[in-house]
């Protein structure tokens, strides 16, 4: 494993913060999950290369980790915009309190 804490603080804190703004701007919710598992997959096996004293195992672990911790994050960001549009529309005075399909346009 890699002795310095400020790596794992870091990647977590990048992880999530990167999870939470593709999810809310992008509306892609798979996307950063599966990214960030790719990436430090690939930092699995190319770390150990660097630094004396590393396995790609606890590396590899680590990468589920981040992948599993995105996708719960990107599911939360998902349900609270889902949540936020559903609302908006039961609150929006053309509706009377019934929800609008919001696919269709207006001509």
Known sequence: MIENFNFYLITILAVIILTI????VLHNYILIPVFSFILM???????????EGTDWKPLF?????????????????????????????????????EPT???TRNM
């Open 41 to 51: 997959t690939l930092a699995a096996f190319v770390i150990p290369n660097f630094i």
């Open 61 to 97: 672990g680590y990468a589920v980790f981040l992948g599993v911790l995105s996708l719960i994050v990107s599911m939360l960001v998902w349900m609270y915009v889902r949540g936020r549009k559903r609302k908006k529309e039961l609150s929006s005075p053309e509706s009377n309190g």
């Open 101 to 103: 399909d919001t696919n």
């Open 21 to 24: 703004l593709v999810g809310w």
